[in-house]
């Protein structure tokens, strides 16, 4: 599929009430596909990442999701020693917020040595095939 | 719609209280606020209570009607407020908002948070609820990691360095010596700020406010009834709120809140007051960039310069601008939910002269910044000395 089209599994332009309050469950099925999609003003054309129900550059509610390039450069990042008891077991670990090629940003695990990180290092998304949603996104160096 | 005036205060030690419950914190200090004030119980229209989480913390929702029940004030219309760390800020909001249109004649503004019932991990955990669940907490993002974020990005925007952090966290500690109500009675130095295990890099343990327990009181009535109570009377000059994305990545700049400069300068306006003319500040330093960006955000150092000035002893009690002279949440302890309040009890006090040893001399006017989440909701207030 070339990024920046419709993803037609999820596409509802027929019906936008429907996408509206879809947004999110938009963003989910993607990504538990291994995609990574926004939502596309169909007014002034900005895709926004995650996927929003109201434009933010115009306002417009007429949107459609598109999956978007799942590569981006990373703006900055923490490791955390001290976890919620999900992630207990898995302190420390790395998160990160990069910055893809269309300028959304999305915050990620990151699967990269913490000496390795630096500003606007070329990273691109993986995803846990061991997890559900949003929790599958992870940053690895494409550098 | 009417000026108003705060007249009376009140708090509870901040610490791991014990087996307590918040509604018998907030009565506490509602009681001293009242005693303060010299209001009686039956003058008290309406109850507001910032908490955060008493769901999480106590098991118990619908909080804010257990304080007129603990009071003694049945049948008194109470609120709970909820804007993660800006529930306290938010319930003196509402409070002023209830007496400035009229509906209300004496309101108590009340906050709490019982927090030490449970382990860290778990604390952490319900703090962490206050960001995006979906795009952040879900991959584990903490509220020491979304700071963290914001840190690191100063850091590589301005130069700001572990000892500019450490040295809000010893200036706070510094504070806190001379508030008997403080969590922590001890001075630390920055190297053991930087030297402390790291909680998310590159914040360690000692820039990070503690777990507290505590709770907070303030009497709020129209301006023109100040004198029929005892309490001396603090005006306020104005408040101002603002909202930002949940998620942290939704926001192009990461080195600072546009909700801090939204509320600040909205409430500056709304005064017709200047930075400048700020004798005396109390900013929400969860962690101690927090302070850094709030002093540059509030507009009372350039951008960047908020790290470099606290250094240089700036922001001290005998600084040119004293910046949390209770201690901050830093030092004199973070109950979330009566933080906010906490902030507003320790200005007014300032303002009538009643701080006790660390009184400011000549304050005048001074402000607070209340923040919620990683900065998605901002509170401001701005108070005068009264007559
Ligand atoms: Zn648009």
């Not at chain 2, 009071?71 to 800006?86: K, W």
């Not at chain 2, 951008?303 to 250094?311: M, P, R, Y």
């Not at chain 2, 919620?372 to 005068?384: A, K, P, Q, R």
Request: glycine fraction near 8%; aromatic fraction near 6%.
């Amino acid at each position: 599929m070339e990024v920046g089209q419709p993803l037609s599994v999820i596409f509802w332009r027929e019906v936008t009430k429907i996408q509206i309050e879809h947004v999110v469950e938009a963003y989910e099925k993607a990504i538990n596909e291994d995609k990574i999609v926004g939502t596309k003003c169909l007014e002034c054309k900005h895709v926004a990442v995650p996927p929003r129900p109201i434009c933010r550059k115009c306002g417009s509610s007429d949107i459609e999701i598109v999956e978007v390039d799942p590569n981006g450069e990373l703006i900055t990042w923490t490791v955390i020693f001290v976890g919620p008891p999900t992630y207990e077991d898995r302190a420390p670990y790395i998160v990160g917020i990069v910055e893809l090629e269309n300028g959304e940003r999305l915050t990620g695990l990151v699967d990269i040595p913490a000496n390795e990180l630096k500003y606007k290092m070329k990273v691109s998304a993986t995803f846990d095939p061991e997890v559900k949603n949003a929790a599958r996104l992870i940053w690895k160096s494409s550098e | 719609m009417r000026d108003v005036a705060i007249i009376g205060t009140g708090m509870t030690k901040f610490g791991n209280l014990g087996r307590v419950t918040s509604r018998e914190l907030v009565t506490s200090a509602a009681l001293e606020a009242m005693n303060d004030a010299g209001v009686e119980r039956g003058d008290i229209d309406a109850v507001y209570l910032g908490e955060l989480s008493g769901d999480i913390f106590e098991h118990q929702m619908h909080a804010a009607p257990g304080i007129p029940d603990y009071l003694g004030l049945e049948n008194t219309p109470s609120t709970r407020v909820e804007a993660a760390c800006a529930s306290g800020g938010l319930s003196v909001m509402h409070s002023i908002m209830a007496v400035a249109g009229g509906f209300y004649d004496v309101v108590l503004a009340t906050g709490a948070e019982k927090m030490t019932n449970l382990p860290t991990a778990h604390v952490t955990e319900a703090l962490s609820m206050c960001a995006d669940d979906i795009y952040e907490v879900s991959l584990g993002v903490t509220f020491p990691g979304a700071f963290a974020m914001m840190a690191r990005a100063h850091e590589m925007e301005y130069g700001t360095t572990p000892e500019m952090r450490a040295a809000v966290a010893v200036k706070n500690h510094k504070n806190a010596m001379d508030n008997p109500n403080a969590q922590f009675h001890k001075e630390i130095t920055i190297e053991k700020v930087v030297n402390s295990i790291m909680v998310a890099d590159p914040l360690t343990l000692y820039d990070c406010s503690p777990i507290t327990d505590g709770a907070a009181a303030v009497v709020v009535v129209p301006w023109e009834d100040r004198h029929k109570y005892e309490g001396p009377a603090v005006k306020v000059r104005s408040f101002a709120q603002a909202s930002d994305t949940m998620s942290l990545h939704d926001r192009p700049v990461l080195t600072g809140f546009k909700t801090t400069q939204i509320a600040a300068r909205n409430a500056f306006e709304r005064a017709q007051l200047q930075p400048k003319d700020i004798d005396i500040v109390e900013v929400h330093d969860c962690f101690t960039i927090a302070e850094i960006m709030a002093i540059e955000d509030m507009g009372f150092f350039k951008k960047g310069e908020g790290g470099k000035v606290t250094l240089d002893g700036v922001t001290a009690r005998d600084g040119q601008i004293p910046v949390n002279v209770s201690g901050g949440l830093k030092a004199k302890g973070h109950p979330i939910g009566a933080s906010g309040v906490a902030q507003v009890v320790e200005i007014t006090n300032q303002l009538r002269d009643r701080a006790g040893p660390r009184q400011v001399p000549d304050v005048n006017i001074g402000m607070t910044q209340n923040l919620g989440g990683s900065g998605s909701t901002i509170v401001c207030h701005i108070l005068e000395r009264g007559d």
